[in-house]
């Protein structure tokens, strides 16, 4: 009986160890350039901006990043990745619903992802989790989405979201 029940408690030790919690980051990309059109780059103040986002997240357990694969995205990622030595994974925006649910069960940290300001309260959506903005403006470069994801033993997970801003306000 005994053996029993310590094999309960520790069947159900590994399974609670399994339960993490997580933070995602979610950004749209630094300022662009108005040209190329198709795919412009960040301009000077887009790419001080990125370097803003780098420091602001630095310091919170930043191991995976995501970015569409726009020259302006990735180049709003690359200080950080840079910074922590890290991959830039692509993601794209057609199936934001596969996105979110590989987002809900990352582990190991927590994750920068740089969307559009088309994209990002979507993929909020798909979360899912309710949001004040209702559309992000074009000259809006500095909201700062922070999802805590806590997961929870045989219950879904519990989604959390907080909405601010990094760097100097876009102009």
Known sequence: MKLRILLGI????GQLAGCSNHTLYLVRHAEKASQPASDPPLTAEGEVRAQVLADTLLEKNIKHIYSTNTTRTRATAVPLAEKL??????????????????????????????????????????????????????SDYDNLF???????????????????TFGEIAE
């Open 10 to 13: 520790g069947l159900l030790a």
């Open 85 to 138: 030595g890290l991959t830039i994974a692509p993601y794209g925006t057609d199936t934001l619903w596969e996105v979110a649910k590989h987002l809900r069960k990352l582990h190991g940290g927590n994750a920068l992802i740089v969307g559009h300001s088309n994209t990002l309260l979507p993929l909020l959506d798909q979360l899912p989790v309710t949001h004040r903005k209702k559309t992000i403006p074009d």
């Open 146 to 164: 922070v999802v805590t994801v806590r997961k929870r033993f045989l219950r879904p997970p519990l989604i959390r979201l907080q909405e601010g």
